[in-house]
Nanobody, 125 residues
Framework: QVQLVESGGGLVQAGGSLTLSCAAS????????MGWFRQAPGKERASVAR????????VYANSVKGRFSISRDNAKNTLYLQMNNLKPEDTAVYYC??????????????????WGQGTQVTVSS
């Protein structure tokens, strides 16, 4: 079992930047592919980015490609999401999640085994 705690959310103006962190504890962090998801009010939870167990492979949603960067430090048991050039449509609760069965992380939320509590990101225009 792994416990996940996100941090780093907040209020930022459009064009600004934020870095989200997800601290993992419990099971071996490097045994899990990881993903960042977001959920805006009235919308389904959607994949933002995902990263393989080693960190060598990353995949991004088209809407964030070129603006967001996912990374991990397995020595520190921490997942990151660097978000640049933020837009009002990026406003959502952001969640990190751990995928026990996949090497590179699944696109589908239901495939993830553990979730953090979420952190709010609000981008003002």
């Amino acid at each position: 079992q792994v416990q996940l705690v996100e941090s780093g959310g907040g209020l930022v103006q459009a064009g600004g930047s934020l870095t989200l962190s997800c601290a993992a504890s419990g099971d071996t962090f490097s045994s899990y592919a990881m993903g960042w998801f977001r959920q805006a009010p009235g919308k389904e939870r959607a994949s933002v980015a995902r990263i393989s167990r080693s960190g060598g492979n990353t995949v991004y949603a088209n809407s964030v490609k070129g603006r967001f960067s996912i990374s991990r430090d397995n020595a520190k048991n921490t997942l990151y999401l660097q978000m640049n050039n933020l837009k009002p449509e990026d406003t959502a609760v952001y969640y990190c999640a751990a995928d026990r069965d996949s090497l590179s992380g699944s696109y589908y939320p239901n495939d993830y085994d553990y979730w953090g509590q979420g952190t709010q990101v609000t981008v003002s225009s």
